[in-house]
């Protein structure tokens, strides 16, 4: 299948559609300056003169230079912390209020620069000081104590450049005493106001607060802001009582559940008849339980002599049974008993009735059981009237603290307020004491420590002479930009490439056509280098090329090459014949033929006669093998292209053209065509249809964006199979790599490789 030429196809002019394809091509802008260096040096110094020029005609200009010193008083040592009138700032401060239109306007009216002749006829005087006034700060840093600035003016009047500047000077040393005073002053004011208002709040808070106090509630256990004596933060009584209260009420009420239970676990008892020993032990459980004490003074009185009575009515129901009545223990414990019913009797205390018996006090022995339980009713009932006191006094304390805690809000939010204020109040104080401190011994003062001195600047004339010299490199630049740009030709190897998507088959360096001939060679042309000069650097271009034919034809089999370029001058016949001979040295037996029935050149290059070749055999005069040359080199044979017919494009249409390409199968190994320009006549693409390939030859410098473009919609068209792109004419520096090779090239071989070239032919 024939393979196209492939293009970068945005890259290529003459296409209707803009979205397809452009005119322009890159423009290497080194590449360009080195071409035309010598045009941007005659550009730069023109344009260097009319700088000069231009300086000369608007005159020339001096510079008025003082320096000052703008340093801080600090003759008060206070704190910075402490200070109120702040007096620096960022770095560029003084820079900006010396720039200022108010500073430039006051140095107007002290200087009466207006009158000066530098603004005669200036509708804005400030406007124009500020322009060309320049302050540099040469000494000091951020929030410094000192700062040396410079201050500069240009005028093309020395003496009014040194008026501008002493104007500055005295402008911003009256800026800075002015406003240092108008800053204290004002701050004394605002701080005296602020002082008084405070005060007339203070006095106000004071009363409202008296007044309050005359009105508050006394129960507190401590005053406001202290602590009471057990340690407490709250100062309200009433607020503990509801506290004592409820914890009392928490415990009545545990000790009436208990209680309770012990009625209904003794009824219960009672009730299933459980034996008496059973009930002896329950109610020593409850009487050992009881020994915790929680009940008031009087409850835990009668509760120790109730723990001994019914203790010892069981211990002397043991004695009597154990020993009988009149044993001592059991005299003692009766003696025990009297003295805890007596203590029963006098504290109203409703007891059994007393058995007598022999002389003796003793209790039923069933008795003693109904006695606990009836001592625990009582209890209960004793109980549940003290919960019911202790709800009211709860109800009464609880509306009495909350009472209490809103006087205790209100006072310590009157409190608070009094403190906020006096605080104030006293910060205003030390502020008016220190801005009255501060206004006499800070500010700033201005010194001037160099004089003011003018001398002429070389700034001007650099600058007309710089803007002078860009102007003419601009200019000749965008004249060579231009020529560049309208120029479409392929100059470079790099904007051919960039034509071009696949890698170039080989470039060949230029090279004059006139030369001098070996001896031997006498008939054949100089441009033929491959025979003239071997070693030379173009002979091993056309190796490498020769290379590159040998692994393009090996790999695809092609055996019938055509060589043709876009237009006539392009170098292809000599680029073929060179390579002809190159690959006739590889060993390889090549024909070369040569199509171009109009202006053929092959036979000159050789040497050859131009009586016969390929017009005679196609018209049948003569024999394919009887019109072949032979040539200095063996394996190189050369078919001229004979007499010039009138009709060469019916001669190679014909079938005797096919037969003469089979033939030349057969014989040679490789056979190359000599074809005409392909944008010339139509030749080209009627032999390019009988070969196995074409070999397109495009001239650096000469080949134009047009002709490639052209070139390539003709190769689509008739579906040629483009081998690869010599590129000829290439110029020594374009050829980076061949720079530094030169001598290697140039250097003649050995007397014995000679000797060796000259026996085969070379």
């Not at 240009?154 to 500055?168: F, G, I, K, L, T």
């Not at 406001?224 to 004596?229: C, K, L, N, R």
Request: charged content about 25%; aromatic content about 6%; hydrophobic content about 40%.
């Amino acid at each position: 299948m024939p393979r196209e030429l492939e293009f970068h196809a945005s890259k290529l002019p003459g296409h209707t559609d803009a979205n397809e394809e452009t005119v322009l091509k890159p423009v290497n802008f080194v590449s360009l300056a080195l071409r035309y260096r010598w045009w941007l040096v005659v550009g730069g110094a023109c344009g260097l003169m009319l700088g000069y020029l231009g300086y000369l005609q608007s005159g020339p200009e001096y510079e008025a230079t003082a320096q000052i010193l703008v340093s801080r008083k600090n003759t008060v040592p206070l704190r910075e912390e402490q200070r109120t009138l702040g007096d620096w700032g960022e770095r560029s401060e003084h820079i900006a209020l010396i720039m200022s239109p108010m500073i430039a306007n006051q140095a107007v009216e002290i200087g009466q620069l207006q009158k000066l002749p530098t603004f005669q006829g200036s509708t804005d005087v400030v406007e124009d000081i500020l322009t060309d006034l320049k302050v540099k700060r040469s000494s000091g840093q951020d929030q410094s104590y000192m700062n040396v600035l410079g201050l500069t003016y240009a005028s093309r009047y020395p003496a009014d450049a040194r008026a501008v500047v002493s104007a500055m000077i005295k402008a911003y040393e009256k800026y800075l005493a002015e406003t240092r005073s108008e800053k204290s002053n004002e701050a004394m004011v605002q701080a005296q106001k602020s002082h008084d208002e405070v005060l007339v709040k203070l006095r106000a808070k004071e009363q409202e607060y008296h007044t309050f106090r005359a009105t508050a509630p006394l129960q507190w256990k401590a005053p406001v802001g202290g602590t009471s004596p057990d340690g407490q933060s709250t100062t309200n009584v009433h607020q503990d009582r509801v506290l004592a209260a409820e914890e009392q009420r928490k415990l009545n009420l545990l000790r009436q559940a208990e209680v309770q239970s012990r009625i209904s676990a003794l009824e219960a008892a009672l009730a299933r008849k459980e034996p008496r020993d059973v009930l002896e032990v329950l109610i020593r459980r409850y009487l050992q339980q009881d020994g915790s004490g929680f009940e008031n003074q009087r409850q835990q009185d009668i509760s120790i002599f109730e723990n001994r009575l019914l203790p010892l009515i069981l211990e002397e129901k043991r004695l009597l049974r154990d020993y009988g009545a009149d044993h001592p223990d059991v005299k003692l414990n009766r003696q025990s008993m009297a003295t805890a019913l007596d203590f029963y009797r006098r504290q109203g205390i409703r007891l059994p009735e007393e058995r007598v018996a022999n002389g003796e006090t003793t209790l039923e022995p069933q008795d003693f059981i109904s006695l606990y339980v009836s001592s625990l009713k009582q209890e209960i009932a004793e109980r549940q009237g003290r919960d019911r006191e202790l709800d009211k006094i709860v109800q009464k304390e609880s509306a009495e603290a909350r009472g209490v805690a809103i006087f205790q809000a209100k006072d310590e939010t009157l409190n608070s307020e009094l403190s906020r204020l006096r605080d104030l109040w006293g910060q205003l104080a030390n502020q008016i004491n220190q801005v009255d401190i501060e206004k006499d011994g800070s500010g700033y003062t201005l010194r001037q420590i160099a004089p003011v001195k003018d001398e002429l600047s070389i700034k001007k004339l650099l600058k007309f002479a710089g803007a002078g010299c860009l102007f003419g490199l601009a200019l000749v630049g965008a004249i060579c930009v231009l020529r560049e740009v309208r120029d479409t030709r392929l100059n470079t190897l790099a904007e051919l490439r960039h034509v071009l998507e696949q890698p170039l088959l080989g470039s060949i360096t230029r090279f004059a056509a006139l030369g001098q001939r070996r001896p031997d060679l006498a008939r054949v042309h100089p441009a033929l280098r491959y025979l003239h000069a071997p070693h030379s650097m173009e002979a091993e271009n056309y190796r490498s090329l020769r290379s590159a034919i040998n692994v393009v034809c090996d790999s695809s089999e092609q055996k019938i090459i055509q060589v043709s370029s876009p237009e006539p001058g392009d170098g292809k016949t000599t680029t073929v014949a060179n390579l002809a001979l190159a690959a006739a040295q590889s060993g390889k037996k090549v024909l070369l033929i040569d199509a171009d029935l109009r202006r053929p050149m092959l036979h000159t290059l050789f040497g050859l006669p131009a009586d016969i070749g390929l017009a005679e055999v196609l018209t049948g005069e003569l024999e394919f093998l009887n019109a072949i040359r032979p040539t200095a080199v063996e394996m190189l044979s050369v078919l001229p292209a004979g007499q010039p017919p009138t009709n060469p494009s019916e001669l190679l249409s014909s079938a005797a053209l096919s037969q003469v390409f089979a033939d030349a199968r057969r014989e040679f190994d490789l056979v190359f065509v000599d074809g005409p320009p392909l944008l010339a006549v139509s030749d080209p693409c009627i032999i390019g249809r009988q070969t196995d390939g074409l070999l397109l030859v495009l001239r650096l410098g000469k080949t134009s964006l047009q002709a490639v473009r052209q070139t390539r919609d003709l190769v689509q068209t008739h579906a040629l199979n483009v081998i690869g792109v010599v590129a000829n004419g290439l110029a020594v520096d374009d050829a980076g790599a061949y720079a530094d090779r030169g001598a290697y090239y140039r250097t003649e071989p050995a007397p014995e490789t000679k000797r060796e070239l000259v026996e085969v032919g070379v």
